[in-house]
């Protein structure tokens, strides 16, 4: 049976007393019963019988007399971060889609000062220096009840390839080491909402290995005529050559039109192993991070939502390779039953391309000179823009089941 308060006072000031009277065998003997009657830590508990009724001299010329039948004060230090610091960080840390800490630290100079030449935020000098010298893990930390608040899990909808498969060398994910842009994995998307039947929209997901530029695209459908064509239409926004294309055993990838595509750009054709994802790990890994996480697990099966797709899709390919910083794995080893790993400093893909002696120094200038324009605000505002459509969207054909061609006009929903 718990003792309460009020009986357990009588046993803290007795045992103190004894505690500082006993010897060092007595005193481990009474320590052990005090921990066992109130459950504190050995370190403390001792510390609070040890000093129960010694007078403490502060640097103020103030007495304080230990009683450990009180509450200590405050511990640690002051917060040095006060409410304009948290409500500035969360804004940025919205508009930068709620990365982790390293990510945001490595960015938030850029960040700051982009939204302070656009006007769209306000920072006091005090402030900014506060920002400026905050580390990743006090920005976890204060952003941990908000992180808290937000927290899908999709299926895969690829099916294997065997024709051609003979023909495509298989590359692993430690084949992959090459220290130059140009190699990309490729995988789709699918957008069924949980129901594979007929047609529906499919994302077209690109990522260079070396620097993670990503670029994205919605088809129609899996049709190998639309990932040629959307390939196509990709290669002129990416700031260097594609040498390399690598995919899932699909089969939207494993076909002829592919392979007479690829044989005739000179790209070199390789695909993963079959059921292992870790061969595609970089272009899994933003299937979530950038697909995923910007349009959800919803059904998009029309033109006008494709459309929208595509609209988004513009301003996401600028947002996330010009503002938002990745962290390369560059080693990982493993001791008994745990993993060690280790990563290089968090980067954009803007500053990786800009990095690399393999892009010529006119095709950075234009990439510098279309970084320097962008506004990341309107960016974010342009892309949520275009979520609420695609939500607004599925709330109509909710409304409107089994009428499809309602959908083919964007006249005919209001989305202001």
């Known amino acids: 049976m718990s003792l309460s308060m009020k009986e357990r006072k009588p046993i803290y000031r007795e045992s103190a007393k004894m505690y500082q009277k006993a010897g060092k065998k007595g005193k481990s003997i009474i320590l052990d019963n005090f921990i066992i009657i109130t459950g504190l830590n050995r370190s403390y508990a001792s510390n609070l019988l040890r000093t129960h009724g010694k007078k403490i001299y502060t640097k103020n010329l103030k007495i304080i007399k230990g009683d450990i039948m009180k509450k200590s004060g405050g511990r640690g230090r002051k917060s040095i971060y006060g409410e304009d610091v948290k409500a500035k960080l969360f804004f940025i840390w919205k508009v930068e889609d709620f990365i982790c800490g390293k990510q945001l630290k490595a960015a938030l100079d850029e960040v700051i000062e982009n939204l302070i030449r656009h006007e769209v935020i306000d920072i006091s000098e005090e402030t900014r220096a506060k920002l400026r010298r905050i580390s990743a893990a006090t920005i976890d930390r204060l952003l941990k009840p908000e992180r808290k608040k937000m927290e899908l899990k999709g299926r895969s909808g690829t099916k294997p390839g065997t024709l051609l498969k003979h023909l495509i060398p298989v590359r692993t994910f430690e084949d992959w080491n090459e220290k130059r842009p140009g190699f990309f994995e490729i995988d789709l998307v699918g957008h069924d909402g949980g129901n594979s039947s007929g047609d529906y929209a499919q994302t077209l997901d690109m990522v260079d290995i ?182 607004k969207i599925q709330t109509e054909k909710k409304k409107h089941p089994f009428s499809s061609r309602f959908f083919y006009d964007a006249t005919n929903i209001n989305f202001e």
């Not at 639309?226 to 995919?247: H, K």
């Open 210 to 391: 070396h620097t993670g530029w990503t670029e994205t695209y919605a088809l129609f459908n899996k049709a190998a005529k639309w990932v040629i064509e959307a390939i196509e239409t990709l290669r002129e926004g990416i700031p260097f050559d594609i040498l390399g294309l690598d995919n899932d055993c699909g089969a939207e990838f494993i076909n002829y039109p592919m392979l007479k595509y690829c044989g005739e750009n000179k790209f070199t054709f390789t695909r993963g192993r079959s059921g292992k994802k870790n061969d595609n790990c970089f272009v899994e890994q933003k299937n979530y991070s950038i697909v995923r996480k910007t349009v959800g697990y919803a059904r998009y099966d029309t033109p006008l939502e494709v459309k929208i797709l595509n609209e988004l899709y513009v301003y996401l390919r600028l947002y996330t390779n010009h503002f938002q910083p990745v962290m390369k794995l560059m080693e990982k080893i493993r001791i008994g039953s745990k993993v060690r790993k280790k990563y290089d400093e968090p980067k954009t893909p803007y500053q990786r391309v800009l990095e690399s002696p393999f892009v010529s120094d006119e095709k950075k200038k234009k990439l510098i000179k279309i970084h320097n324009g962008l506004n990341l605000y309107e960016l974010k505002k342009q892309i949520t823009h275009c979520q609420v459509w695609l939500k």
